[in-house]
């Protein structure tokens, strides 16, 4: 199933000019504040009229200006979940799900059980939203709109609101709905970290226009987009395996392009996972360096160089199979002659590695 939205509106001095495809997956709308994400998915679920464009969800049209079609929000069969989770105060978990089920269009639908089990919420269904943490409504939030059979999910900014505490335990849920469901979601958010762990398609946005848009590892990996991204969370994510827990506390990973050790990851021997590695924690050399604290030295080829504005520079590596950023000073790019095709070692500190940056391959 595939969105595709094409909408222009005017919101006095500010113009939104969009258009996107978002297949399969989650798709993350992705840029700073009055960007205009969340008028994007509030076009979709049609909580406002865009002045022109054209919206379509598979083989069914939600709008059409040049028609003059326009589904109500009720026909659009579409999942909203927003930064609060908006549960009825007065109703027991359970009978919020059951009002997700009360109206859900007839025909095949998520199995009661199975949303409960997926969420982890097996021991929250008789209690009441008011003795809840903000991560446990927001996965109550999330089941009741998955039990309404949506065609699409919507989601903004679920995790704004948390602390990161919350965000770490709720995300891990976020990454089994991915993988568990068919259902498309689109997923509005202004962190990169949740952006990289959960996204396989990736829209950024600045000002109102759509800058750059494609599968999650290609843009976060393209050093051009370093701007959009910001210089401090640009960073691409590696594919790797679990191979061994180590007794000194370490977890030792197989990457495409060698071992990766980093602090103990909560996974079974043989689980695959994704790596998120910001390019402010890459060191380069040409040569394979000794005398390292550092434990993670992998080879990799230069694929692309970007000089900035400034003193700085970002390096797109290719080691292995995986695409690596590192941001460097020009002097050093220079000193090292590092262009396309040079040969050097990515250096990457065990513990710079973050928890949150961890999690399941998409």
Partial sequence: MTLRVQVSHSFGAFKLDVGFEAPAGVTALFGRSGSGKT??????????????GRIQLDDTVLLDTKRRISLPVHQRRLGYVFQEGRLFPHLSVRQNLN????FAPRGPAAEFDHVVGMLGIEGLLERRPGGLSGGEKQRVAIGRALLANPRLLLM????????EERKA??????ERLRGETDIPVLYVSHSMAEVARLATTLVLMDNGRVIRS?????????PENVPALGVRSAGASLQATVSAQEEDGLTRLE???????LPRVEAPIGARLSIRILAQDVILSRTRPEGLSALNILPATV???????GPGAVIQLRAGDDLLLARITRRSAHVLELAPGAACFAVIKSVAVAQSDVGGAA
């Fill in 303 to 309: 694929t692309a160089v970007r000089l900035g504005e």
């Fill in 214 to 222: 494609g599968p999650a590892h290609e843009v976060l990996s393209d």
């Fill in 156 to 163: 903004d900014e679920p995790l704004a609101a948390l602390d």
């Fill in 39 to 52: 008028s994007v998915i509030n076009a979709v679920a049609g909580l406002i009229s865009p002045d022109a």
């Fill in 99 to 102: 009002y997700g089920h009360w």
């Fill in 255 to 261: 990457a495409s392009a060698g071992p990766l050790f």
């Fill in 169 to 174: 335990e709720i995300l891990p849920y976020l």
